[in-house]
């Protein structure tokens, strides 16, 4: 199966409606090798234009979800096939909820040991089918990383979730690639901050609206200057608009 994909401004983004979620998992177990899911909001397409590691992941990436109502936007100005709309902490239930129906495993990477600690335990209660193959910190000392990685290459888990603590992000599964035999990988900051009841997630209204940055300007001033990168990605899609074919 080929995931569809539009191109905006330069960066791939996948059309996959929840509809399609179960097909789309099922496909990707199949493949051989390390796969991977990205959740991509605005200020990650911005980021991922040009040739940096980050422009590399999401490019190579199998699935990219847009989680941005910015993205659908520019997809419509640019008169593309408008794809689905992901709210992560949604579709990563689906995700898992899928990977249960068809008694896969998960591993956990990600988190203070606290935090991955409640997160495994709801995560468990949760999904009671889906196996648990392994779990390690965030934030961990380098030194360590390479007992991580053969853990989870011998393991061979269905999926490698990864929560905050990793300081690559989605680029972390995607430069350690080669060194995995056959699992896919979804970093997803707030996963096990939500999962342990740590960090509280958006409300659906708010995410249906799309207006979840004023929540996070609220809670952190600073945000308030993406406005100016906003700005910019407008001017980009005007130039598209007018001048790529």
Not at 47 to 75: E, F, M, Q, T
């Amino acid at each position: 199966m080929e995931f569809e994909r539009i191109n905006i401004i330069g960066v791939p983004v996948s059309i996959c409606s929840p509809e399609q979620l179960d097909e789309a998992m099922l496909e990707l177990l199949a493949m051989p090798g390390t796969k991977q899911i990205v959740f991509l909001s605005i200020w990650d397409l911005l980021k991922a234009r040009g040739k940096s590691d980050y422009a590399k992941c999401i490019h190579n990436a199998d699935l990219v979800l847009p989680v941005s109502k910015s993205i659908l936007w520019g997809a419509r100005i640019l008169k593309k096939h408008i794809p689905f709309r992901h709210n992560p902490f949604t579709t990563m239930i689906d995700i898992l909820s899928v990977l249960e129906s068809h008694l896969k495993s998960l591993y956990l990477l990600g988190g203070r040991l606290e935090t991955l600690r409640k997160a495994e335990t709801n995560v468990r209660t949760t999904f009671p089918a889906l196996k648990i193959l392994g779990r390690h910190t965030g934030y961990y000392p380098k030194y360590t990383e390479d007992n991580i990685i053969e853990a989870i290459y011998k393991a061979s888990p269905s999926l490698v979730l990864i929560s905050e603590g990793i300081k690559e992000k989605d680029c972390w599964a995607y430069e350690r690639r080669n060194q995995f035999s056959s699992s896919i990988f979804l970093y997803y900051r707030d996963a096990f901050g939500i999962f342990s009841e740590r960090i509280k997630r958006i409300d659906e209204k708010t995410f249906d609206r799309g207006t979840e940055i004023f929540t996070e300007i609220s809670r952190n001033p600073l945000k308030f200057f993406l406005l100016f990168p906003f700005l910019w990605y407008i001017l980009i899609l005007i130039w598209y608009r007018l001048f790529k074919k």
